[in-house]
């Protein structure tokens, strides 16, 4: 992930003291995981990034947001209500 992204996490639950350094981890590992470009599962996500499904789920919303680089993240239906992931490179 591009460290020259400031990391600006919100919400009405979110303590910076608290979850700023859990939060960036989780964010720089599901990055780490999905820069491959390959189609995956949230819980293979979930495993390779060492993460809860739960909070991968959020990352990938959190890749699709501008200040944490605007990612297109890409969804398709699998099977039994298993959907794949895929971060789209980037073309600028």
């Not at 390779?48 to 890409?74: H, I, M, T, W, Y």
């Not at 398709?76 to 073309?91: D, N």
């Amino acid at each position: 992930m591009d460290t020259q992204i400031a990391l600006r996490f919100d919400g009405s639950d979110y303590d910076h003291k608290r979850d700023g350094i859990r939060l960036t981890g989780q964010l720089e590992r599901v990055f780490d995981v999905m820069k491959s470009g390959e189609w995956i599962t949230l819980r293979q996500l979930s495993n390779k990034s060492k993460c809860p499904e739960a909070s991968a789920s959020a990352q990938l919303r959190n890749l699709r947001k501008d200040r944490f680089g605007g990612f297109e993240v890409e969804k398709k239906y699998s099977h039994m209500g298993v959907f794949l992931y895929k971060l789209k490179a980037r073309t600028k």
